[in-house]
């Protein structure tokens, strides 16, 4: 860390200038550890909530949802806010909506409180994810880039490998709303830090606020993913016209944003970003794995549960392994990223994932929790192979006037493939369960319900696997980037 403190510049066209590299990403990767934290913390719990609030898996599942989809309106802006306020600014107030959000969802005794918590804990981690990936586009050079964000790796995935146990702990002995009360202390210490280390990054050059792409991007992605989420409710499933109309809505939004977009002198997002070919063939692999790893994460906890009966502390350790190895494997595949470039790594790791998701397609009841911790670990090498290497070498290939565009365009991705993930995965569990246990002879058996579920589970893995395997192939076209605009491979 030390070499890269002494060789980081500032690179977009400015004095050089040296960076306290340690105490500025310290502070980002506090407030990012939380953020990552309540995102999945809740996953555990969702069975809880249903019977603690009286809700369904799909109005449950809008407590995940929800913070994603607020992560996918709120991230694209955030590229304009980057030009807009220092760094000091976006810290400190991503930092102020968090814990906000986080006392508000400690306190929480219902579920509206506590959708509405989530949205504020959300918009506070919108802020702070394109700035802490933009921050190493700015202090470190490229060819060390893939080491840093595998530390970046490391830190944002150790939070949802430690959350399912945590939060079944707390569950288990206490109640829900202490998730979040355990997260504050660490929130204010970020808070704190930050203000006396963290050091101004950003160019301030205050562009022009164009109201309509904001609007014009609310509706394209709030559109689409609210159009997923509700086809696991009610009986028309996707073909319902509140799914037809809001999908609709969503595809059209997006089409006007992007061409008004690419007609502005200031676009609010830059999608010219995309005409660098491996910047757009990192995003797709980003894509594809959130929604693929995201979907799972929703899976297995209610298949440990409602499936296979376990408590919720007893999935949280279930899943642990998975978690660390996946951590473990983050600064590796930045290493390994640094010397060999994403052209291996990120095939090999999209055939462990489909190989994985063929295994999880044929789970039952029976399965032994040993055969689950196993194909939950190898899923999570599989994604850490392709994540951060793909993440990596896309923003490698952009030229520093594109950092700002980059960075809120790969977290955007990320946001609302997230949010995608688990809708389309609660929507097919939701539509192919109740389908199921419709056509059983005795609907009021546990035990068809049981099975229902679990073949609702099986199929999500079993879509999940065409996934994979189209970013397989898609993988074999990488091409390692180490400068602006070419490709080294």
Request: glycine share 8%.
């Amino acid at each position: 860390m030390e070499r890269l403190q002494a060789n980081a510049t500032e690179n977009q066209n400015t004095p050089v200038q040296k960076y306290k590299i340690i105490p500025i990403m310290t502070a980002l990767l506090l407030a990012g550890f939380i953020g990552m934290f309540n995102e999945t913390a809740l996953n555990i719990a969702l069975s809880d909530l249903i019977h603690l609030f009286h809700i369904s898996a799909a109005t449950a599942q809008w407590l995940t949802t929800g913070y994603l989809l607020t992560l996918g309106i709120l991230v694209p802006v955030s590229g304009l806010f980057l030009q807009w306020y220092t760094t000091r600014q976006l810290f400190t107030a991503s930092l102020l909506l968090s814990i906000l959000g986080t006392v508000l969802a400690a306190l929480a005794p219902g579920f509206e409180l506590l959708m509405i918590a989530r949205v504020i804990q959300a918009a506070g981690v919108a802020l702070i994810l394109p700035l802490m990936f933009h921050t190493v586009l700015v202090i470190i050079p490229p060819e060390k880039r893939g080491g840093a964000y595998g530390l970046i790796g490391l830190v944002l995935v150790v939070a949802p490998a430690i959350g399912p146990t945590l939060s079944g702990l707390l569950i288990e002995q206490l109640s829900y709303n202490w998730i979040f009360g355990l997260s504050l202390p660490i929130l204010l210490f970020s808070l704190l830090f930050g203000i006396r280390h963290m050091q101004n990054i950003t160019n301030v050059t205050k562009p022009k606020i164009d109201l309509f792409s904001i609007l014009l991007s609310t509706l394209g992605f709030g559109g689409i993913v609210f159009a997923l989420s509700s086809a696991g409710e009610g009986e028309g499933g996707i073909a319902s016209p509140t799914v037809v109309i809001s999908l609709l809505i969503g595809v059209l939004a997006l089409i006007l944003f992007s061409i008004r977009q690419l007609r502005m002198e200031q676009p609010m997002l830059d999608l010219r970003a995309f005409k660098q070919s491996m910047f757009t063939m990192g995003t797709v692999m980003l894509m594809l794995a959130v929604m693929v790893m995201m979907a799972a994460m929703l899976m297995l906890p209610m298949y440990l549960i409602r499936v296979q009966g376990l408590n919720a502390f007893s999935a949280g350790i279930v899943l642990l392994p998975g978690g660390i190895i996946n951590a473990i494997m983050q600064p590796i595949m930045g290493k390994v990223f640094d010397k060999y470039g994403p052209r291996w790594v990120v095939p090999a790791g999209l055939m462990v994932i489909s190989v994985v998701l063929w295994l999880l397609s044929g789970i039952t009841a029976t399965d032994s929790l040993t055969h689950i911790i196993l194909l939950h670990t190898f899923l999570m090498i599989g994604i850490s192979m392709v994540w951060m290497p793909s993440q990596a070498n896309g923003l490698n290939q952009l030229p520093p006037s594109l950092y700002p565009h980059g960075s809120a365009i790969m977290n955007t991705v990320q946001q609302v493939a997230g949010a995608i993930g688990t809708a389309v995965a609660v929507s097919i569990m939701s539509i192919v369960a109740n389908k199921s246990l419709l056509q059983s002879a005795d609907q009021a058996n546990s035990a068809n319900a049981v099975l229902s579920l679990t073949e609702g589970i099986q199929q999500v893995f079993l879509v999940a696997i065409f996934v994979s395997v189209l970013g397989f192939v898609l993988s074999l076209f990488m091409k390692r980037v180490l400068m602006p605009g070419r490709n080294d491979d």
